[in-house]
């Protein structure tokens, strides 16, 4: 509804709407217990969003081994199943998905507990842009220009205490829009996933706040996803609302559904296959080039050192 409002308003302006038809919207306006012109303004100021913001400035340490997906592709062919399994599909899904306004949540084992509006969250922290590998457990793989900001930045604002080990994060639940939530029972929603606190202090570790220099759309978990390029793709949860700090190793969605295939690490690894399929290989969507899977999906000097093996 305040989209709608916001969008009249914006229109109105940059058609230099006539006096006359401008009064009689004031008119209407006060007839419906608006405080006039005045006190609508803060309120379209804050629904501003955060569109202004892209592109960010491309952070030039991260570079890619490979060609840059194409937008259309990687904006068009998504797991999200809360939607549908689908891949193609999922795309034509998210219309009646609102992700304005949008709250997340911050809780647990931190000194500064908080709940944000997104839009401030994201203008919070300086965004950037960076070009990461992106390998499903599927083994389709992708090259993504990423825009976001460090999961450290939030970390230390919130403050973990000395007992918080974990992060976990939750996905929107809305099944009144998201059929895959009631056609698919067996998975426990909402999704949910987890790092241990070194990992999301890591500086690969980003919240993902849009990609190809745009805000992210909403079938790559707009407003707000993480991005863990060491992991596959199951670990980078989107439209996160909740952020938990625990002492507890928490449960994740994939790792509960079937802990013989998705370990609740899930770091990308060609040397541990799945029950089902190899993964010594990247599979380049679209093109279906095959590209050697690498280690860690190729961020081993970035992470090795958070693990005493190669943790499943
Ligand atoms: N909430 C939620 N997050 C999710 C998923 C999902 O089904 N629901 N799928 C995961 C998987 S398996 C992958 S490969 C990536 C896909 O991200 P993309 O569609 O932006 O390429 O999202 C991950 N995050
Ligand atoms: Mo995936």
């Not at 570790?205 to 596959?232: C, D, E, S, V």
């Not at 029950?275 to 599979?283: G, H, K, L």
Request: glycine residues 6%; hydrophobic residues 40%; contains cysteine.
């Amino acid at each position: 509804m305040l989209t709608r409002v916001r969008k009249a308003w914006e229109i109105a302006e940059s058609n230099a709407i006539s006096e006359r038809a401008y009064f009689s919207r004031r008119k209407w306006m006060q007839a419906l217990g608006f405080a006039g012109a005045a006190g609508l303004l803060p309120q379209a100021l804050q629904a501003k969003g955060t569109a202004d913001l892209y592109p960010a400035k491309r952070n030039a340490k991260y570079t890619l081994d490979r060609p840059v997906t194409d937008e259309r592709v990687a904006t068009a062919y998504n797991n999200f199943y809360e939607f549908t399994l689908d891949k193609q599909r999922v795309v034509d899904m998210v219309d009646r998905f609102e992700i304005d306004p949008w709250k997340v949540k911050v809780k647990g084992l931190v000194n500064n507990p908080k709940t944000y509006d997104v839009d401030d969250l994201i203008r919070r922290f300086p965004l950037e842009e960076r070009l990461y590998r992106f390998r499903c457990v599927e083994t389709w793989a992708m090259a993504v220009p990423w825009t976001g900001f460090p999961m450290s930045a939030l970390i230390r604002e919130v403050d973990p205490q000395p007992a918080a080990r974990f992060m976990k994060m939750v996905t929107v639940f809305r099944p009144e829009v998201m059929p895959g939530i009631v056609s698919q029972p067996h998975y426990d929603w909402p999704y949910v996933e987890a790092l241990t606190l070194e990992e999301a202090m890591n500086e690969l570790a980003l919240f993902g706040t849009g990609m190809f220099g745009k805000p992210l759309p909403k079938q790559n978990g707009a407003p707000l996803r993480a991005i863990i390029p060491w992991k596959y793709g199951l670990k980078n949860i989107k439209s996160i609302v909740q952020i938990e700090f625990t002492k507890k190793r928490p449960a994740t969605l994939w790792n509960k559904a079937v802990p013989s295939e998705y370990g609740w690490y899930s770091n990308v690894n060609p040397r541990r296959p799945h029950p089902r399929w190899s993964q010594a290989m990247d599979r380049m969507i679209p093109t279906g080039e095959l590209r050697p899977t690498l280690l860690y999906n190729g961020y081993e000097q970035h992470v090795a050192e958070l693990y005493k093996g190669n943790e499943f």
